[in-house]
């Protein structure tokens, strides 16, 4: 901000030593700080993308966890997103959402990258992903499950021998299928939004991935029932880049904390899960 005043010069001189002593002190969102108003900067203490702002990634769509919401001020909706901008309510700061590749997120590329703040994209933690990433405390438990045609005769995953099951790429799913989905041709996508029109179109027999977004699919079409779950002791967390973001990863771990005490959490759960 620019002020102009027609006073005099040894109060110019200061205003413009004053500049001077702003512009060495350094800003931005990589650091803490105080505003020109000398209030404490939102997020100041997180190193965060932006100043003020969650910035986070993930893959879109994938119900009922991520969906894009023209009605939401973020543009998407959905159980993580909901749960997310709770938190960062909690947190003083806006939500800004990025709709990247899951695979590039779970493997910790899109995070080194500095591309966002936080992942939340139904991340199942594992060991092979802390590896890359570091997880907040689990915020939701999840099982696996085939969906299938109701007229295709397939009763369970012994039923897929020389069957086209589709995964999607880089995900639990497809690990499980890799392993149990014996006989099977394993079809990769992107994500859940290539996965349900492939299986509409007969491009593949069966979807093995987490139950709650194949419900979704059982849910808008009866033509579709899911045929088995299988549990997975999964349960997923919110991701952060390896050793980068310890101060944020920690205030989203005390805000889910303090959101599962509120109630919050319950509401934000009961919204999409309560029915099923």
Known sequence: MHRRTPLAAGIALAAVATLALAGCSGGGSQAGGSSESGAPVAGGD????????????????YPPFEVEDAKSE???????????????KKLNLKVSI???NFDALQSGTT??????DIGASAMTITDARKANIDFSAPYYDSLQSLLVRTDSGIKDIKGLDG?????????????????????????????????????????????????????????????????????????????????????LREAVDKALADLRADGEYQKIYDTYFTAK
């Open 46 to 61: 997180y190193a965060l993308v932006t100043e003020g702002t969650l910035t986070v990634c993930s893959d879109v769509p």
């Open 74 to 88: 973020s543009g998407y909706s959905g159980f993580d997103i909901d749960l997310l901008t709770a938190i960062a």
């Open 98 to 100: 990025q709709d990247v």
């Open 111 to 116: 995070l080194v990258a500095g591309q966002c």
């Open 163 to 247: 069957k086209n099951v589709g995964v999607q790429q880089g995900t639990t799913g497809e690990n499980y299928a890799k392993e149990n989905a014996k006989g099977a041709s394993l079809v990769q996508y992107p994500s859940d939004g290539e996965l349900w029109p492939a299986i509409q179109a007969g491009q593949i027999d069966a979807i093995l991935q987490d139950q709650p977004v194949n419900f979704e699919h059982e849910k808008a079409d009866s033509a579709y029932k899911i045929v088995e779950t299988y549990k997975t002791d999964e349960s997923y967390g919110f991701a952060f880049a390896k050793g980068k973001k310890d101060a």
